[in-house]
């Protein structure tokens, strides 16, 4: 399985705007991913309430994960959206 531990660089953390930019750009990149805090249970990337409900504040570690064969790409993505507090996913 792949990952990345990735700080968030939004500073609200993922909630609101943040945690819809993330869920849409989850969706986008084709794969199964989770997202996890640090230690906790993963929760499915492209779900709003699951990752609402993960609390993530900002400058919080998270851990991306996926076990798809083209996770690597679709993980360096999320996790520069997620580090950089971008509004939208990286180009390829």
């Not at 609101?16 to 930019?21: D, T």
């Not at 640090?38 to 993530?56: I, W």
Request: charged share 20%.
């Amino acid at each position: 399985m792949a990952e990345r531990r990735v700080t968030i660089g939004w500073p609200e953390g993922l909630h609101a705007r943040p945690a819809s930019v993330f869920v849409r750009a989850a969706v986008a990149v084709g794969v199964p991913v989770t997202i996890a805090k640090t230690g906790g249970n993963p929760v499915n990337a492209a779900s709003m309430l699951g990752l609402l409900a993960l609390g993530a504040e900002g400058g919080e570690e998270v851990v991306l994960a996926s076990d798809a064969p083209e996770a690597d790409a679709a993980l360096d993505r999320l996790a520069a959206m997620v580090a950089n507090g971008l509004d939208e996913l990286p180009a390829a």
